[in-house]
């Protein structure tokens, strides 16, 4: 469910391109807050903690938090012992990855800026002194940093966009390296697991939304961010390492999968303008019951259709409902947890419509910068997710219908689509 580009994703040169920022020196660095949280990670700890002890960053100027997150795996016992210039808060279950973030901020105090880090990352030298700079210069409000897989021959993210219901897309991801990722840039988002922002402007923009838990958190944000009249950058010379998706790759496929399903749509929901929502939200939530759809394993469903019966069922009424009964209570209808945990996705948002309005009603009244400047930073907003035909028919009916490609016209003729 995670999005990936299959190729390089470019708009046309210029597009987003900015110049790139001159290293700090020393005289101009800010104080720094890194928030690292952590859930029965311990086996990346060492690698985290001990690159960003080789920083070429003065150690006055920044400190470590790590949020744990009701580990059971020794994790905190480990800081305690080797990592002494950590400061440990320990939460006694897993919060999610919104709040333990939210937590992490709270602790910074009076630090200019907010590093947030993935605990499965390991930084270059230079990497805090290059993610803050742009912040620091007055460019940006936001970075977000490159990527690369642990080896560092590929990208894992050269910064961000999506579709037009929401489906993030981390730039270059699984792509070679190459010098088009080496150009500094207008990102609609900072990736979550390597970013750096300004703690007035965090603060001001809400945080992290809590309500999502994880995943699609850090997308919403840098998309609130836009709306409320900031800016982020990709900063090339900032450069991580990641195991990618290391710890949700234990996690139940189900319980990812409405998280995954649900925060698009949250997103999409808070952040369009009124126009633009009116037209994509009945496309958002019919894509999305195609996709549980086809998750249930449904098919045809012939057992569902009058047309295929041949005579009435047999025996009385009562008999009929003793076998319906039978049929649920030994699980012969229910649907798969994959497709159950869509429909939990969807009715999260329609279940719930005056509380997400009033949410959204928050967002849009502190609205300074219009849909129009901010839907260039999607990279490829008519990216169709899906391969399966009906799912392509109805994506590509719903955009003429809805008239999707006069919203994001200019913007449809990349030459590269993600995928999956």
Same mark, same amino acid.
């Given at each position: /469910?995670?999005?990936?580009?299959?190729?390089? @994703?470019?708009?046309? !040169?210029?597009? &987003?391109?900015?110049?790139?920022?001159? !290293?700090?020196?020393?005289?101009?660095?800010?104080?720094?807050?890194? @928030?690292?949280?952590? *859930?029965?990670?311990?086996?990346?700890?060492?690698?985290?903690?001990?690159? &960003?002890?080789?920083?070429?960053?003065?150690?006055?100027?920044?400190?470590?938090?790590?949020?744990?997150?009701?580990?059971?795996?020794?994790?905190?016992?480990?800081?305690?012992?080797?990592?002494?210039?950590?400061?440990?808060?320990?939460?006694?279950?897993?919060?999610?990855?919104?709040?333990?973030c939210n937590q992490g901020s709270e602790l910074a105090q009076d630090d200019e800026i907010l590093v947030f880090l993935n605990n499965d990352i390991r930084v270059d030298t230079s990497?805090?002194?290059?993610?803050?700079?742009?912040?620091?210069?007055?460019?940006?409000?936001?970075?977000?940093?490159? /990527?690369?897989? *642990?080896?560092?021959?590929? @990208?894992?993210?050269?910064?961000?966009? /999506?579709?037009?219901?929401?489906?993030? @897309?981390?730039?270059?991801?699984?792509?070679?390296?190459?010098?088009?990722?080496?150009?500094?840039?207008?990102?609609?988002?900072?990736?979550?697991?390597?970013?750096?922002?300004?703690?007035?402007?965090?603060?001001?923009?809400?945080?992290?939304?809590?309500?999502?838990?994880?995943?699609?958190?850090?997308?919403?944000?840098? *998309?609130?961010? *836009?709306?409320m009249g900031y800016s982020i950058r990709y900063v090339p010379e900032a450069v991580c390492y990641h195991h990618h998706s290391s710890t949700s790759g234990r996690v139940p496929i189900e319980r990812l999968r409405v998280l995954q399903v649900r925060n698009p749509l949250l997103a999409c929901f808070k952040n369009y303008d009124d126009v633009n929502l009116v037209r994509i939200l009945p496309s958002m939530l019919a894509l999305a019951t195609r996709r549980c759809y086809l998750a249930s394993g449904l098919g045809d469903a012939p057992d569902y259709r009058i047309e295929n019966m041949c005579s009435l069922p047999s025996g009385s009424w009562l008999g009929r409902c003793w076998s319906a009964l039978k049929a649920r209570l030994t699980g012969v209808q229910s649907l798969p947890p994959v497709a159950a945990a869509d429909l939990v996705a969807i009715n999260d948002l329609v279940g719930r419509w005056e509380h997400w309005s009033a949410r959204r009603a928050d967002v849009q009244g502190k609205r300074r910068r219009s849909d129009e400047e901010i839907l260039r930073l999607f990279l490829h907003p008519m990216w169709c997710i899906e391969q399966e035909s009906g799912y392509r028919e109805l994506h590509e009916g719903l955009a003429k219908f809805a008239g999707l490609e006069e919203i994001f016209a200019g913007l449809t003729h990349l030459e590269h689509e993600p995928r999956s």
């Amino acid at each position: /469910m995670s999005t990936s580009p299959k190729g390089p @994703i470019e708009v046309p !040169p210029g597009h &987003l391109d900015v110049p790139s920022t001159p !290293p700090l020196d020393d005289s101009q660095l800010p104080k720094v807050s890194i @928030i690292i949280l952590n *859930w029965n990670g311990r086996h990346h700890l060492p690698g985290c903690f001990e690159s &960003l002890g080789a920083l070429d960053y003065p150690e006055a100027l920044y400190r470590i938090h790590l949020i744990d997150n009701g580990s059971d795996d020794g994790s905190v016992e480990l800081i305690r012992r080797d990592f002494s210039n950590v400061e440990l808060h320990q939460n006694d279950r897993n919060l999610g990855f919104s709040r333990g973030c939210n937590q992490g901020s709270e602790l910074a105090q009076d630090d200019e800026i907010l590093v947030f880090l993935n605990n499965d990352i390991r930084v270059d030298t230079s990497f805090l002194r290059r993610l803050v700079g742009p912040i620091v210069r007055g460019q940006c409000e936001a970075t977000t940093a490159k /990527m690369l897989s *642990w080896d560092g021959q590929r @990208i894992n993210s050269a910064g961000g966009g /999506m579709n037009f219901h929401g489906i993030g @897309i981390q730039r270059g991801y699984e792509e070679e390296l190459a010098e088009t990722y080496d150009q500094a840039r207008l990102s609609l988002f900072a990736c979550g697991g390597a970013m750096a922002m300004d703690a007035e402007v965090f603060k001001e923009v809400g945080r992290f939304d809590e309500e999502f838990f994880a995943y699609y958190e850090d997308v919403d944000l840098g *998309w609130r961010t *836009w709306v409320m009249g900031y800016s982020i950058r990709y900063v090339p010379e900032a450069v991580c390492y990641h195991h990618h998706s290391s710890t949700s790759g234990r996690v139940p496929i189900e319980r990812l999968r409405v998280l995954q399903v649900r925060n698009p749509l949250l997103a999409c929901f808070k952040n369009y303008d009124d126009v633009n929502l009116v037209r994509i939200l009945p496309s958002m939530l019919a894509l999305a019951t195609r996709r549980c759809y086809l998750a249930s394993g449904l098919g045809d469903a012939p057992d569902y259709r009058i047309e295929n019966m041949c005579s009435l069922p047999s025996g009385s009424w009562l008999g009929r409902c003793w076998s319906a009964l039978k049929a649920r209570l030994t699980g012969v209808q229910s649907l798969p947890p994959v497709a159950a945990a869509d429909l939990v996705a969807i009715n999260d948002l329609v279940g719930r419509w005056e509380h997400w309005s009033a949410r959204r009603a928050d967002v849009q009244g502190k609205r300074r910068r219009s849909d129009e400047e901010i839907l260039r930073l999607f990279l490829h907003p008519m990216w169709c997710i899906e391969q399966e035909s009906g799912y392509r028919e109805l994506h590509e009916g719903l955009a003429k219908f809805a008239g999707l490609e006069e919203i994001f016209a200019g913007l449809t003729h990349l030459e590269h689509e993600p995928r999956s």
